[in-house]
């Protein structure tokens, strides 16, 4: 008999493996926070001898979920974003980026710990920052809280058609890795093609690939931007990000690509970035995402939230946006009902079951870390359980989420977190919540639809 330090036990395990099995009364076999087996409870518990046993009967468990696009210093902002404001073109230079500019660390930190404790909760044990204004305080609550946090810094120059000179921008940049680079993940940002010179985009390019790390960047996220770009420089935004040599850094992560042309797609599978369709926020915002009526075979694509501000931090309710919208793009430019299907969700809730970002996450199998979700459906809310997939992507949330594991050791257990104080998060929310408030009150103030 085999020693290994946890055996997790569940009704169902819905592995996401290359043939997407799923298994029955399974149980997974940890050592050293990484999988080392998975299979059939009694062959298992015929394997290996755990010290710890822990047993989910009415539960299925699956792989800990990547959110692929978040702002965690956007959350203060939930609520604020009246359905009139979202006409503002565009949203994000007139409300988005100016409160990260008037915000303070500390309100940064509450930001970034209240996203935390909201993704934890949601099973979601991966994210992608598109680019904080204070991420060394991420950083800080990452470490803390142990979720797998991608942190970069908010990085442009130009801003309320002003230009800034690149230098200092990349002075942060550079500290942010010199300073946490081997404490979290420190990738590169660059906020949006319009918010940054060439030269900055040039350097932070460089340093993804002299630092080795990943790159995020807001791309073909919305018409006015696709225009700057062939004004220009005579390119589409991918087609000029491509010229720049963004294709050198991996791993590459787009968040929205909504407005990718057919060529673009090509060149997204050919250079194997990753895209990240956020369906609530690009459905608000946007529009409709190619991915949900177009064939993505051989495409990494991931799922994201785009912060806290929007909704709840939720890719399990995201993913029943993303089949509602692709079955009416589907149906209304195809007439195909199949569109976006269960399976194909739940890897795109993983980021492409971990490709996206390049590491071994996103599985329940030999060798991919113990990142896991425990969901009960005992309830008559998801009962009967036909489908386990099915079960999940249809009528599963954030709600049911009672386990959380990250590198097989809990953060979340009976549906509380327990790395981070939710209460006195809460309290906090609350108590500064004037404070908050005069400053979005000084934003609308300057704008014209209220
Ligand atoms: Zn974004």
Sequence with gaps: ????????????????????????????????????????????????????????????????????????????????ISDKMLQLPPIWTKVLVPFERAMSSDLARLSSQASIVNMLKNGVT??????????????????????K???????????????????????????????????????????QVMMATEDLIESIIEMSKKYRVGLTLH?????????????RYGKRPLEYMLDKGVSGVEPVVIAHGLFLSPGEIELVKKHELGVCWCPTVDAWLTGLHWAGFTNI???????????????RLDLLHEVKVAKALSKAMANAVLYFKAGLESTTLLNMATGSRGSVIGEKVGRVERGYAADLVVLNFKSTRTLPAHNPIDLVVNYLEGDDVTDVFIDGEPVVENGRVIVLDENKIAEELLNREDEVRSIIDELISRLKIV
Excluded at 12 to 22: A, G, K, M, P, Q
Excluded at 132 to 142: D, G, H, S
Excluded at 164 to 179: D, K, T
């Design 1 to 80: 008999m085999e020693e290994v330090d946890k055996i997790i036990v569940g009704r169902y395990i819905v592995t996401l493996d290359e043939s997407n099995r799923v298994i029955s009364r399974g149980a997974i076999a940890i050592r050293d926070g990484i999988i080392v087996d998975v299979g059939e409870y009694e062959e298992i518990r015929r394997k290996y001898r755990a010290e710890e046993v822990i047993e989910r009967g009415h539960h299925v468990i699956i792989p800990g979920l990547v959110d692929c696009h978040t702002h965690t210093q956007q959350y203060l902002l939930r609520s604020a």
């Design 126 to 147: 991966y994210f992608i920052e598109a680019g904080a204004p204070y991420p060394e305080v991420l950083a800080e609550e990452v470490v803390k809280s142990r979720i």
């Design 149 to 191: 946090g991608v942190v970069t810094y908010a990085t442009y120059n130009i801003a309320d058609e002003k230009v800034a000179e690149s230098e200092e921008v990349l002075r942060r940049v550079r500290n942010l890795y010199e300073r946490f680079g081997g404490k979290v993940r420190v990738w590169m940002s660059i906020r």
């Design 219 to 231: 791309l073909g996220e919305y018409q006015g931007e696709v225009d700057y770009t062939l004004a």
């Design 297 to 311: 075979e051989g495409i990494r694509l991931g799922i994201g939230s785009d912060g806290g501000a929007w909704n």
